[in-house]
């Protein structure tokens, strides 16, 4: 028994072994434990592979999960190892309060502790809901065990009255026209029914698409992956070679930060560009690279965005679907286009570099919706980072969904303290606004009571809406969906509730915003400034127990990401 036990040594059942002072009795207990459902000695015996995945009744996304966790299974045991999956948090984009980013990090902590806790020797990451894949990444990352993402894919679209629909800008196109009068309630009720008609992640590039075309550009995930549909029977196939190559990692010395470094990063980067992607997808890039040691560095992000053409034509900014982008050649057709812009030498999970997969791609595109490097949608990328004495650590604008008309513009600000207050006299008729001032929200950042809402995306006041204004300057501390559009300057840091600057704005204040100049200044004096500072009361917050006391406690600004500082890679 002993010579079996040794052969064991410190691999599958044996890694990690629960601590009763007796190694022996340890792994003869847990192989006992784990005989109770039902293996046999030779499938204990092979090294394992974990399927890390957010499957629930509370994510729409995931669905489709049992039928993948099977097909990454087959994967698994073709290629002589053990598949054990094991449930994690799931994060339901629309079913959190107050928001899904709040529970990322929690996410995070529960996929590396288990993977760290449990015993495997390389893991899938199973995940695809907005902040799933980041919070896996992140995980995974810490763990530093061998990992492998597996997204779940994107929903399908469908038809309403013979107009293509998908979740989620047309679920905000729609919601806009009916505060605007141009849909019936019943009109409403139909087309709520219909966004959403599939399993997999929002059909369009919002934050779950952009993620997973990061996860293949940064090259952990295979070529091509990305954007297979989620009901398509070659995702199945892809989790089945998921699952093999999980097993090929086993004992290879692997782990994510092999994969992740400041090059794949800065690949990363230029493809959301070149999407003209999610603006969550800089947080999330930011608390990745944190877990590894490395920077997200906003002016850096700049001089990407300044060189790098959005060549992708998707909604929201565009007109087409993610599986349009599949059927057009997805990400490698992209990285193909933007070869001379990225680290060609980038490793990947699959053994090949970021180059090779290049090399290999099948060269058909439709240029409808991948253009070609000489044929741009925008000559440069979608997002930038403005700073100002509102915003000394960086403010987010989309330009590719913004309207340019706004980008060099002084305007009245019209200031809201609060979501409270914003929801209570946004559609008031009597509200001082015109289209020319700009709607400021305070107190949404990651430190406020909302953690950081997808409430960047603020609605025109019902008045304006109504006499047909469907743009207006916004600025924020919040977040918004990767699926909105707008003139909308966001994740103002640090935010209103950790006291930055955002919070001494005040109504009939001037702001100036210079998309040209990559600024967002508030037109009152220094003096002025400090002498609202030193006014200000800031909110005593009550007490706070558990995952709302650690939150309150540790999350950094949206320029370290939103992760938690004691998350963050120790310094060496
Ligand atoms: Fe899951 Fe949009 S709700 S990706």
């Known amino acids: 028994m002993c010579d079996d036990n040794d052969a064991y040594e410190n691999k599958g059942l044996s890694k990690g072994l629960t601590n009763y002072g007796d190694r022996s009795f340890s792994i003869y207990l847990r192989r006992s434990f784990a005989s109770s459902m039902g293996y046999s000695r030779q499938m204990l015996d092979r090294p394992i592979v974990g399927i890390a995945h957010s499957a629930s009744g509370f994510n729409n996304c995931h669905r489709h999960f049992p039928e993948m966790i099977d097909a990454v299974k087959r994967g698994v045991l073709a290629a002589g190892a053990l598949p054990i999956e094991f449930p994690t948090i799931s994060l339901g984009e629309v079913f959190l309060s107050p928001t899904s980013l709040k529970f990322r990090n929690l996410m995070s902590m529960d996929v590396e502790e288990m993977i760290r806790a449990q015993p495997m020797d390389s893991v899938v990451l199973l995940g695809g809901c907005d902040k799933t894949v980041p919070a896996q990444l992140m995980g995974a990352a810490s763990a530093g065990r061998p990992s492998i993402q597996l997204v779940a894919g994107p929903m399908g679209t469908s038809r309403h009255k013979g107009e293509r629909l998908g979740a989620c800008t047309d679920c905000r196109r729609f919601w806009q026209r009916y505060r605007a009068g141009d849909v019936d309630d ?46 398509d029977a070659d995702r199945l196939r892809l989790a089945e070679e998921t699952g093999r190559i999980a097993a090929s990692l086993i004992g290879s010395g692997v782990t994510p930060k092999e994969i992740i470094t400041e090059q794949a990063l800065e690949n990363g980067v230029r493809i959301l560009m070149a999407l003209g992607g999610s603006t969550n997808a800089i947080i999330h890039l930011a608390a990745i690279a944190g877990r590894l040691g490395l920077k997200l560095d906003l002016k850096k992000m700049n001089e990407i965005s300044n060189n790098t053409p959005v060549l992708v034509d998707l909604k929201p900014t565009g007109t087409a679907y993610m599986e349009d982008l599949h059927a057009a050649g997805g990400i490698p057709a992209l990285m193909r286009e933007l070869r001379h812009l990225l680290h060609l030498d980038c490793a990947t999970i699959t053994g090949e570099t970021i180059g090779d997969r290049i090399e290999a791609a099948d060269d058909w595109v439709d240029r ?29 604008i989309k330009r590719s969904a913004a309207d340019p008309k706004l980008f060099e513009k002084t305007g009245r600000a019209v200031v809201f303290t609060s979501l409270q207050d914003l929801a209570a006299r946004i559609d008031d008729p009597n509200l001082d606004v015109t289209a020319d001032d700009f709607l400021v929200l305070q107190n949404a950042g990651p430190l406020s009571d909302s953690a950081m809402p997808e409430a960047g995306y603020i609605p025109i006041p019902a008045k304006l809406a109504r006499s047909g204004v469907k743009d207006m300057v916004r600025i924020s501390d919040a977040r918004m969906s990767g699926t909105a559009f707008g ?22 204040d001037m702001i100036a915003i210079s998309v040209k100049d990559r600024s967002i200044r508030l037109l009152v004096s220094d003096q002025e400034l400090q002498a609202r500072r030193a006014d200000r009361i800031m909110e005593e917050r009550p007490a706070m127990r558990g995952y709302d006391m650690l939150y309150r406690d540790h999350v950094l600004q949206a320029d370290e990401g939103c992760d938690f500082d004691f998350l963050r890679q120790i310094a060496d």
């Open 186 to 231: 019943q009109g409403i009720d139909e087309v709520e029914k219909r966004l959403a008609s599939t399993s997999g992640t929002c059909a369009v590039m919002g934050t779950a698409s952009t993620m997973a075309s990061i996860a293949e550009a940064i090259g952990m995930m295979p070529a091509g992956s990305a954007t297979i549909p989620a009901v």
């Open 368 to 396: 409808n919706v991948i253009h070609s490097i000489d044929d741009p949608i925008r000559e440069n990328g979608g997002l930038l980072a403005l700073f100002g004495n509102i915003a000394p650590r960086g403010a987010i």
């Open 487 to 508: 003139t909308i300057i966001l994740h103002v840091a640090p935010d209103t509730a950790s006291g930055g600057p955002i919070g001494l704005v005040r109504n009939g």
